[in-house]
DNA sequence: AAATCATGGTTTCAAATTAAAACCACATAT
DNA sequence: ATATGTGGTTTTAATTTGAAACCATGATTT
């Protein structure tokens, strides 16, 4: 289960987060989450995939802590599925991940779901990467850079 | 290969993007050739996984439009993977997923590379969501709506 | 009380995917 | 002529997946 994601044994900033998810049914199960979707029957019938796997990638994401299991809301016997802090540290890559998705998949006039503001019912802006300065930034105007080298070595 | 991630025939606005990336490798190989990487060799050095699925992975890349294949820059008689246009589309993506992952993937003291702005040295902004009017957005500020419904059905 | 049903899983097993390694083709260098 | 580097493909075994069957628990019907 614990699948290497990298051949180096520290995984990098990018790949830490991958490997945590897990694949992407986890990363619909997180959305269906932040559409309000607590229960195992819930999820399996939003997204219609083996029970089993369903159960694996519960399982992984609550040990990874963007899912923990509180005991059912309204009576029943059973536990529901709750994102955490971290959890919820990932709506804007789910964001990031639509608008992509409304960029490059669709036609211009092809109807979809769209991400509004509960308060104005208008769509939301879409997500912008700035400097510290407030200048908007594209990929080219930015370098990753390795931490300074700590004194030891 | 065409691994069908959802059971509606149409996938949504998040899965049909997770459908064409395929899977976290993919997304690896993205962070890489944002980084400057383009050739088969270096990608698969940088990321180390078995050359016939990082050349499964780079057709795919390609199929679906993220990557494209261009006469080597540099004499040399082989081809070299970059960007189109959708590719770089992802920039925002990759931000969100790294800065999660510096959020919640490093001891608060651990160092790890940073995005910065090129032109200050500076660390970028984090990410994030906006109404129209400017106001911030969290999760729970949104929601997901559907399409006006045609007049036609 | 007994039988039935709904929920939330686990187990089993066949099929698909992945990964490691070996192999190959082409070009350049020695 | 031989070796070496690049960019793959093929082969094969191991892992993962997914469908279906099964099971346990509690609530519901008869």
């Known amino acids: 289960m614990a699948k290497r994601v990298s051949h180096k044994d520290s995984l990098c900033g990018v790949a830490r987060p991958l490997d945590a ?21 819930e ?6 995939l083996a029970k089993n796997i369903l159960s694996a990638r519960l399982r992984n994401l609550v040990a990874h802590g963007i899912l923990d299991t509180v005991p059912a809301s309204d009576g029943s016997p ?24 409304e960029d490059f998949f669709f036609q211009p006039d092809e109807p979809h779901v769209m991400l509004v503001d509960r308060k104005t019912n208008q769509p939301v802006r879409r997500l912008e990467l700035r400097a510290q300065d407030g200048r908007m930034l594209m990929a080219e105007d930015t370098v990753v850079v390795a931490p300074p080298e700590s004194g030891s070595r």
């Open 21 to 41: 998810i897990g694949d992407w049914w986890s990363l619909l199960i997180v959305r269906d989450a932040f559409d309000g979707l607590r229960r195992f029957g």
């Open 43 to 48: 999820f399996q019938k939003s997204l219609g």
């Open 78 to 101: 059973y536990q529901e599925y709750v994102l955490t802090q971290k959890g919820l540290g990932l709506f804007p890559l789910l964001v990031a991940l639509r608008q992509w998705g």
